[in-house]
């Protein structure tokens, strides 16, 4: 994020209100040991709640909860800055997920550029670090790349696709305990 883009949010959200250090307060209200119960109610009920709708729908699962992230995706990036750099709306979607999910863009070690051109497909790597769907996956001893996953890709394709006003897909190339490799195609 340049200085300038910062200087020009700080413009446009500026407020009286200022904030004294000593105001801050030093712990979390509840305490995080308070909520970990809930979190985790959250996470199991969110686990069924899927394996429900694998029970019902079947391999349509996949395209629901893709759908429905994707309009998420839209919907909470709608109050986001316009960007036509792939690589600036990555930045600004990396900050809308903070908290959520972490990523980089990566390359292979012999290309130049995160931007590749290949077989006549252009497309960034994305690794996904920490991510609250594997934890949830992982904590109700779900597969990866399921419908749960698809919410996710889906989430991303409909941010890029609102920041960028260019049309995405993003693709499963492997999944894993620690991180997930996914492929941003541009169309």
């Not at 959200?13 to 200022?18: A, K, L, Q, R, Y």
């Not at 985790?40 to 694998?54: A, F, Q, T």
């Not at 991510?131 to 941010?159: D, F, H, M, S």
């Amino acid at each position: 994020m340049t200085a300038s883009y910062v200087d020009e949010l700080h413009d446009r959200f500026e407020t009286d209100i200022t904030y004294k250090s000593e105001e801050i307060p030093l712990s979390c209200t509840p305490p995080a040991k308070e909520i970990e119960a809930t979190l985790h109610g959250v996470m199991k009920l969110n686990g069924l709640v899927i394996r429900s709708l694998e029970e019902i729908a079947g391999r349509g699962a996949n395209a629901v909860t893709f759908r429905a992230g994707k309009k998420f995706g839209h919907e909470v990036a709608k109050y986001f800055q316009k960007r036509d750099d792939i690589e600036d709306a990555l930045h600004e979607l990396s900050d809308l997920l903070q908290g959520q999910y972490s990523f980089e863009v990566w390359k292979p070690e012999d290309s130049s550029s995160f931007i590749i051109e290949e077989n006549g497909e252009k497309f960034i790597y994305l690794v996904f670090h920490d991510c609250i769907v594997r934890q949830t996956l992982r904590r109700n001893g779900q597969e990866q790349e399921g419908p749960l996953c698809q919410t996710l890709c889906g989430y991303v394709v409909g941010a890029i696709e609102e920041i960028t006003g260019s049309r995405v897909k993003l693709e499963i190339m492997h999944t894993g305990p620690n991180a997930c490799l996914k492929k941003l195609v541009f169309k």
